[in-house]
């Protein structure tokens, strides 16, 4: 992929998130994956509504070094994602309604719903909370997200990883509803998860046959 295709695709994905209902306004970052060096990024500040191609940044994903507009403020976690998991080439990081909810509540989320399990992973963690922008968020985040792809953030939001853009789009979208499932169960008397050990193998066969199909043909 090259440059300008990658800011096409982010600055699509930035509109597709407002519409989705799942940002306002500048919250929240996305980024695309160009190569094992560089990425490409939303800039800080930047109003999805009236952003262009133009002003999505291009960052190294190794020294931080970028070409055009200042980069979002959490160009260093969409880094550190790139640089340790090979097999993600899409980030998006939201403030979406029932994600912040039960990130505010710093709350784990369980294998409650199928889609959530095959997409996500066994459970939803919630990283420690740290200031944002800082070495911390980063290292309390790629904890949470090791064997996943999702997390939440505590007292923030939540950030989403997928092999392309459509997938990080999915699980921003289960993500979401299954943290208002877990929220309204938690008032019908308790959210009641699947068999973790089944929990575990649904997601193996989502990432390694049901989900490769698609991903082998884009």
């Not at 992929?1 to 600055?11: G, P, S, Y």
């Not at 979208?173 to 938690?186: D, R, S």
């Given at each position: ?11 699509d ?20 994956r ?6 490409a ?25 970028y070409?055009?507009?200042k ?26 309604t029932?994600?912040s ?28 909370y740290?200031?944002?922008?800082t070495?911390?968020?980063v ?19 939540a950030i989403?990883l ?57």
């Open positions: 992929m090259n440059k300008d295709e990658a800011k096409i695709l982010v600055r994905a930035g509109l597709r998130l407002v519409d989705a209902g799942l940002t306002a306004g500048t919250w929240g970052n996305i980024s695309l160009i190569d094992n060096n560089y990425m990024i939303t800039p800080s500040g930047g109003e999805y509504i009236t952003m262009t191609p133009e002003d999505i940044t291009i960052v190294n994903i190794h020294d931080g070094s070409e055009g507009r980069p979002s403020s959490e160009k260093s976690l969409h880094s550190a994602v790139y640089r340790n998991r090979k097999e993600i080439n899409a980030v998006v990081h939201t403030h979406s029932n994600a909810v039960v990130a505010a509540a710093r709350r784990e989320v369980p294998p409650i719903l199928d889609d959530l399990v095959q997409i996500i992973g066994p459970t939803v963690r919630c990283a420690d740290a200031l944002p922008s070495k911390k968020i290292k309390t985040t790629m904890k949470a997200l090791r064997g996943r792809n999702a997390a939440l953030m505590a007292n923030h939001g989403c997928g092999r392309d853009m459509e997938e990080v789009f999915t699980c921003c979208e289960v993500l979401e509803k299954a943290c208002k499932a877990f929220i309204e169960a938690e008032f019908l008397g308790g959210a009641k998860g699947i068999n973790k050990f089944e929990a575990a193998l649904m997601h193996q066969i989502y990432l390694k046959k049901y989900s490769k199909i698609r991903i082998d043909n884009v």
